[in-house]
């Protein structure tokens, strides 16, 4: 039984990756065009997914009132400050893609660095979160364009250089963002973010002794980083370390109380038993 789930754990890390904080909405737009998102600018888990909210008849207001305000505007800061408000209502009702057609009309009638970043942060998460293959890559391929300008003017900005190297894992240059994480992490021992990544990749090629070292030096970061901890405790069973196993597992517990993650951590404690 412990091996079943454990082989199906690790048949799933490769979604994990593509997911990378987690399954958290299947984007649906309020309306068709923006679901099948429109030109932007040039260029085994333990939480439950977190599904789309409905619009208030207050918010469905205001967002066609904005929608058409922008339609009829030229570009300028006013447009930019409309567009950044509609993106904002999206957001909150977790349609991811739709924000981040906003946020990048945002940026495009507004070109500042911060309107930059938060569009390729919209964008990512988009695509983070999208269930669609073409949708991914399309979501992806923005996100990267508009993390590259981030990059020319602040190389040193290392979650937008990992948010960029996760956009190659679920291409057809795979390797290119593991050289980028990589990269981090040796410029960068202790990053969590980086080592994280790192240790999922292993885990999800069988290296589950490399997968150990890379998300030891994450939790050494941050201890309370429960999902490192959780697949730290799969990796310790997988090279046959049940004492370091049960340590994580109890540890999962200790820092999240939500029920599924305690089941979870349950069950792998009284197969270790």
Do not use: W
């Not at 080592?195 to 070292?213: C, D, E, S, V």
């Not at 939500?258 to 349950?266: F, G, I, S, V, W």
């Amino acid at each position: 039984m412990l091996k079943t789930r454990l082989i199906l754990v690790v048949a799933s890390i490769a979604l994990i990756l593509i997911l990378y904080f987690l399954p958290k909405v299947v984007v649906e737009s309020e309306d068709r065009e923006i679901a099948e998102v429109p030109e932007g600018p040039a260029g085994a888990t333990i939480s439950s997914p977190i599904h789309s909210i409905e619009f208030s008849e207050e918010e469905s207001v205001a967002i066609r009132s904005l929608r058409q305000t922008i339609e009829v505007s030229e570009f300028s800061e006013k447009t930019a400050n409309f567009a950044d408000s509609l993106a904002g209502l999206y957001q909150k009702a977790n349609k991811l893609d739709s924000a981040a057609h906003y946020f990048g009309l945002a940026f495009e009638a507004e070109p500042v660095k911060e309107r930059q970043l938060k569009a390729a942060n919209a964008y990512f998460e988009a695509f983070t979160y999208a269930m669609d293959a073409e949708k991914t890559a399309a979501l992806g391929l923005k996100a990267r364009k508009l993390y590259e300008q981030v990059l020319e003017d602040n190389p040193d900005n290392l979650d937008a250089r990992i948010n960029m190297a996760m956009t190659f894992l679920s291409g057809p240059q795979p390797m290119d963002g593991i050289m980028m994480l990589r990269a981090v992490a040796e410029e960068h021992p202790g990053h969590e973010k980086a080592n994280f990544n790192l240790g999922i990749l292993a885990m999800q090629t069988g290296q589950y002794r490399q997968a150990i070292q890379r998300l030891e030096q994450a939790t050494a970061t941050n201890p309370e980083n429960v999902q490192a901890q959780f697949y730290l405790g799969q990796c310790y069973l997988e090279v046959g370390s049940r004492d370091e196993a049960r340590k994580r597992f109890e540890k999962v517990k200790e820092l999240d109380e939500n029920p599924e993650t305690q089941a979870a951590a349950d069950s792998y404690l009284n197969d270790i038993k």
